[in-house]
Structure formats: C-alpha cells, structure tokens
C-alpha cells in the first residue's frame, strides 16, 4: 500500500541554521509528493509539491526534490527563520490527480531559536 | 483564511452523547474530504464526496460515525454515542476535481474532546 515515513521530532535549530527534514514514501505507481506546514492555531497549508520524478518543489525558501530511486521527498531550508517554527507534515497522492485522498506522515514539529 | 470553514472550532462533550460537524467548503469546488488528526499524528482520511455522493469510506469510519453532503455544498459528519478514543481534530478539506494541478484547501478544523 501506500504510505509514508518522515523524521520524528522536535527538531530545534537556531535561527540561520540548516534544515533538513527527511521523508520516504512506498507506493504503488508514482504518487505525486507534498509537503504541508501547520503553524500553531492554524489550519494545515500546502508548502510545496512535486508530480513526477526529479522535480524540484519551492516555496518561502523551503525546497524538496522528488527522488524515485531512494523514494524520498526531504524538505530543505538554508537559513531557518523563528517564523518557520510549526509542524511540518510530507504527503503523497497516489497517481496523477491532486483531487485525490492525501497520505500524510506523523509529522515534525520544528522549533528554532532566536 | 483558506475560505473553507468549519463549526464549531472546539467541542467538548462527555462519552455516550451525539455530536455534529459542520464544513463549508469553497464554493466552486465539487470534492469534499474529512480527515481525523489525532495528537501527534498526521491526518487520516476518513470519507469524502464528489457532489452530494459519497464516494469512499475508511475502516476507521466506524457505523457510530455518518457523513452527509445533501445538497452538494456544506457537508456533515455525526459522531453517535461518543467514546473517549474519538478525541481528535476533526478537518475538512476542498477541491475542485477537475483540475489536474488544483490545490486541496482545508478548514482549521474541529477540536472534539470527550471526556
């Protein structure tokens, strides 16, 4: 079946650090990837996406590139803002269409430090 | 403000009572998704609707649990006869299915606490 598997938190980073979090999905076919961010008291939002193999997805600085040969989609960011604090969650969409039910990971909360 | 919204944002009840969920999607879009999040843990999904239809439905939907859309716009999902295992963030997500590259937009969700 389909699912994924992201790093566990927290994470806490000092502000300009390096972010890397990590994220593996197994599917049948080729799922399109995502990534949501939850900021506390928010609803969940889209950060990014890729639809197909070595597709970069870039949004606010953040960026994850879809890799068919280790099934990851790890979501990167050179220089961490304290505004980047929030749970960040990877998804896949089995197939093509985005209007598809979403497979989300547990979950990584991120904290960064002034 | 995503423009999908969702009442009550918090509810508390005590185990053995009914309770209901309401989600209002945006407008133009035909697809309608609730997902359950419990602490801790990603969103799972649970039912969704294409229109007024009921399309799928997850084993975690068990029989205490019924979801309507009647007229193809806000959508209801019923919890009867509450157990504490129900607590969870309760989330509502919308899309128009037409669109291959659209964007499925969700609600801030309903915090349901049994106690």
């Known amino acids: 079946g389909n699912s994924v598997t992201q790093m566990e938190g927290p994470v806490t980073l000092s502000e300009e650090a390096f972010l890397t979090i990590n994220c593996t999905y197994t599917?049948?076919?080729?799922?399109?990837l995502f990534w949501y961010v939850q900021y506390p008291g928010e609803g969940l939002q889209l950060l990014l996406k890729?639809?197909?193999?070595?597709d970069k997805g870039s949004n606010k600085g953040f960026e994850a590139t879809y890799r068919k040969e280790t099934t990851s989609f790890h979501l990167e960011k050179g220089s961490v803002q304290v505004s980047d604090s929030a749970v960040y969650f990877c998804?896949?969409?089995?197939?093509?269409?985005?209007?598809?039910?979403?497979?989300f990971g547990s979950g990584t909360r991120l904290s960064i430090r002034p | 403000d995503t423009g999908v919204s969702q009442d009550p944002r918090h509810k508390i009840t005590k185990r053995g009572q009914n309770v209901t969920f309401r989600c209002d999607p945006i407008?133009?879009?035909?697809?309608l998704y609730w997902y359950r999040q419990t602490l801790g843990q990603g969103p799972e999904f649970l039912t969704y609707?294409?229109?007024?239809?009921?399309?799928?439905k997850s084993r975690l939907l068990s029989d205490r649990f019924s979801a309507e859309r009647p007229k193809g716009s806000f959508s209801t999902l019923e919890i009867q006869r509450t157990e504490q295992g129900d607590s969870a963030m309760y989330l509502c997500?919308?899309?128009?299915?037409?669109?291959?590259?659209?964007?499925?937009?969700f609600g801030p969700g309903t915090r349901l606490t049994v106690l």
């Open positions: 407008s133009e879009h035909n697809r």
């Open positions: 997500a919308s899309i128009q299915s037409s669109g291959a590259a659209n964007e499925q937009f």
């Open positions: 599917a049948t076919g080729y799922p399109s």
């Open positions: 890729a639809t197909k193999a070595d």
């Open positions: 609707f294409q229109n007024e239809a009921q399309l799928e």
């Open positions: 998804a896949s969409i089995p197939g093509y269409s985005s209007a598809s039910k979403i497979i």
